[in-house]
């Protein structure tokens, strides 16, 4: 018996595994060989393609593709209709599934609504993608960027409220008091 709920009209194909607590809403496809972890929320019309790894509490909101070559670890939230890449220069009479390129999503990252992810640029966990951001490199853990190409306009605590440095190079979070350390060029939290 199964530990997840899929609606009567999503397709679910076999040789994927689902994690207990799992919901699957209505005509997303999940396709074989894809692994999801516990208590992820797969919303309306979403795919999930072969090979793709999603970790435990992964959000998904409507009408997101997820290709392969994407995988995403714990907590990371993928807002409505945002999109991924998995072939940087794809052309219909020329097969380039060999060539596929591979994205990571770092634990607790945000991808806003509308937002594109070039394939081969990994996200890096608590990072903060604007709505409708189009990412063509690299994006540090908490960062904050947007626009397109998307930019670093700043930081992001693990609760998504921007971070505002000191002198001494570090912030704190208005809603958990968690502090965060600026040193060279990079945020880590200050245990």
Known sequence: MEEYFA???????????IGKGTKIWHF??????????????IGQNVVVSPGVVLGKNVKIQNNVSIYEGVTCDDDVFLGPSMVFTNVINPRSAVNR?????????????SIGANATIVCGHNIGPYAFIGAGAVVTKEVPAYALVVGNP??????????GHKLNFTDQNVARC?????????????VSKIK
């Open 28 to 41: 997303s496809h999940i396709m074989p060989l894809c692994t999801i972890g516990e208590n992820c929320n």
């Open 97 to 109: 599934k060999s060539e596929y390129l591979t994205t990571h999503v770092g634990k607790g990252a």
């Open 7 to 17: 609606h009567e009209t999503a397709v679910i194909d076999d040789g994927c595994t």
């Open 174 to 186: 208005e809603e958990s008091g968690e502090e965060y350390l600026l040193e060279n060029q990079r």
């Open 150 to 159: 998307a930019r670093q306009m700043g930081w992001m605590s693990e609760y």
